[in-house]
């Protein structure tokens, strides 16, 4: 993973994380869109990129500079943030690496990707993601928590801190907030605190709503209102045996610890997640699948825990077996992460097949495109642009807080689209300010040879810099 952090393979949201550090760079308290040239808040500016932006202001280091080291810090977290939990649930010193090894490798037979999820493939692209820092800092939450419930209980300075942490994870990534909080729930209900608990839960939770509520960069609860997200997140309910059949062994983990206690909190943060995930595919409401660490992550532990201290003889040597040749399935499934180390070539010809390369940027427009322009583009393009400092004429992320998102996907149809008039083009052009066009012969727009554009560079792909003349 530290190799992975230097060559830092480009795919998914990395542009839009690149582009919210940019613009924290340059106006810290009011920096505006990420993506598009308009003064709107964004759930993106969070604590986290606060702090990258910061960084990224006070070093003049460059943007792709300060995402590995945000990296470099969610890592090590993100490690001793398990290694902590996991002591907290056995004291066999083989559960914390067997238990690394699950979240990592207990997946399935097919690569999955997505932010929030642990698989090897997956975090080696969403490494330096909001979601890699905020689940580091839940497993440390997790763990505090646990130790803060032990009687006697933790004073109210710790629980306060809980607080501040809990907003913090909510505010920085809400999908793995919410996981946090199920998995919270499920340690206060298995710890079976005493009444003297109960007064600093609440003025942790007060305390944490309330850095919620003040926080200045967007309106964490208009969040709750979004619509729109369903048919983004319906993937999430599609292949689940192939993408995470492995973990049904920690399932089985999960129902010996149920056996032994019902309130086991492993047990019944794999039941709050699995509830959830389950409500979610019946009422359609699929970003509701966003839960679905909640299910992996207990499972995940639950195996690495149970054959760590599963009782010496035959039992313990079948179920380090099952679990030894389950992660070896996993780890030939991920294998391609290799790749992104080492490159296609160097990769063994059963892994090349499967590896997909990463993203290419867009830093070929940079000595012509300077902060601040707006650039027509299609949606790909769209999504890697703004990473360098360029605005779009439409965001290439669903954007809840841009009134006049769908306008602004009217105006790429209407400069692209065929059969358009020239004067409709142009007046796209026009309202937006675009001073520059990326696009391939093949995407439409003004044809060759118009006098509005001029040829500047060409980049790969096929792709071609076009400086609006006015």
Known sequence: MLLVIVRLPWAGDLGIHAATVERLRHRLLDPG??????NTPS???????VFLGLLARLTGLSVWVVLRIGALISLPLLVTGVWRYVRTLSAHRLAPPLALLCLVLLWGTEVFNWSGFLGLNSL??????????TLG????????????????????????????MWAVILLSHQFTGVVTTLGALATVVGARAG???WPRLLAAGALGVLILALWPYYDFFALFQVSGLEEIHRSLYKHLFVRFGLVLFGVAALAVRARRDRRDPLVLFFLLGASMFTAGGLSGHYSWGRVLPAVLIPAQLAAAVEVAGAVRGRIRAVAAGVLAAALAVGAWTQAQTLGYVVGRKALPGPLAEKYQEPWTGYQWITPWVHYGDVVMAK???ERGIPAYGPYTVEPGYPDFFLPD??????????YFEAGQPRGARLGVLKSYGVRWVVQRPSDGGLPL????????ASGPGGQVLYEVVR
Do not use: C, I
């Open 124 to 133: 080696a692209l969403t490494v330096a993601y909001p979601s890699a820092f």
């Open 195 to 197: 009444r003297e608990v």
């Open 137 to 164: 800092l839940a497993f440390h939450f997790w763990a505090m928590l646990t130790r803060a419930l032990k009687s006697p209980p933790a004073g109210w300075a710790v629980f306060l801190g809980l607080g501040v």
């Open 405 to 414: 998102e769908k306008k602004r996907q009217a105006a790429v149809r209407t």
């Open 33 to 38: 869109n990420p993506l598009v040239d308009e």
């Open 449 to 456: 040879g118009d006098p509005t554009l001029r040829r500047v």
């Open 43 to 49: 759930p993106y500016y969070s604590p986290w990129m």
């Open 379 to 381: 949606q790909f393009a």
